[in-house]
């Protein structure tokens, strides 16, 4: 069974304090993995994907990186804006949910002015 | 370009009550999954399908029924709503495929549903 799992669940976080969010995942077979930012009341709106053990991608203040059993996201220097909760989901090759993807729970982020 | 549209956006029903959830997507998206939000649970895959007049059982189907009878739409049913159905629901779609971006979940704004 895929399992993905956050941490931390919150982090707050001063302006300008940069951090990582960590996401760890068990998976059949790597097909991607995506990391999804959300803001309260509205749905999850996509930010990367990275497919490969020692993948980069980064837009803006964030970067995320992925190893065999881990992604991270970094924050450098966070604005308020950021506050958002980040979702992490993985894509198994097994096909199962026609290739739907398994979430994790999320690490809600609060930055501070 | 609207991309997903999820109506309504918020309902209260009584028990046993029904009611059917919209998800509308103007992408040609072949794919389209319906989830649920709960606190400390995440997103939950409900019910998908992979083209018009297909629908497949998620990992939490019990209670929901689906229909997929035109291509842009897929309507997520509750025949006798259940407390324990009180949720966010998101609808999502995305295009068939392994190429860059094709994988790419986008999601409606979701909808709130209370049942008393």
């Known amino acids: 069974e895929d399992q993905v799992t956050q941490s931390p669940e919150a982090l707050r976080l001063q302006e300008g304090e940069s951090s990582s969010l960590n996401c760890s995942y068990t998976v059949s077979g790597l097909r991607g993995l995506f990391w999804y930012r959300q803001d309260p009341g509205k749905g999850p709106e996509f930010l990367f994907t990275l497919y490969s053990a020692g993948e980069e991608k980064e837009k803006e203040r964030l970067k995320a990186t992925l190893t065999k059993k881990e992604s991270f996201l970094h924050i450098t220097a966070p604005k308020p804006e950021d506050s958002a909760t980040y979702l992490c989901?993985?894509?198994?090759?097994?096909?199962?949910?026609?290739?739907?993807?398994?979430f994790g729970k999320g690490t809600h982020l609060i930055i501070q002015p | 370009n609207a991309g997903v549209t999820q109506t309504p956006k918020f309902r209260v029903l009584k028990t046993g009550q029904s009611m059917t959830l919209l998800c509308a997507q103007d992408?040609?998206?072949?794919?389209m999954y319906w989830y649920r939000q709960d606190p400390g649970m995440g997103l939950r895959l409900i019910h998908y399908s992979v083209g018009e007049g297909t629908t497949a059982k998620g990992e939490v189907p019990d209670g929901y029924n689906v229909s997929r009878l035109k291509k842009q739409n897929f309507l997520l049913g509750l025949e006798s709503a259940a407390p324990s159905q009180t949720s966010v629901y998101f609808c999502?779609?995305?295009?068939?495929?392994?190429?860059?971006?094709?994988?790419?979940?986008?999601f409606g704004a979701g909808s709130r549903l209370t049942v008393l």
């Open positions: 999502a779609s995305r295009r068939p495929g392994l190429l860059s971006g094709a994988n790419v979940l986008t």
């Open positions: 989901a993985v894509q198994a090759s097994s096909g199962g949910g026609a290739d739907g993807l398994t």
């Open positions: 992408m040609n998206h072949e794919y």
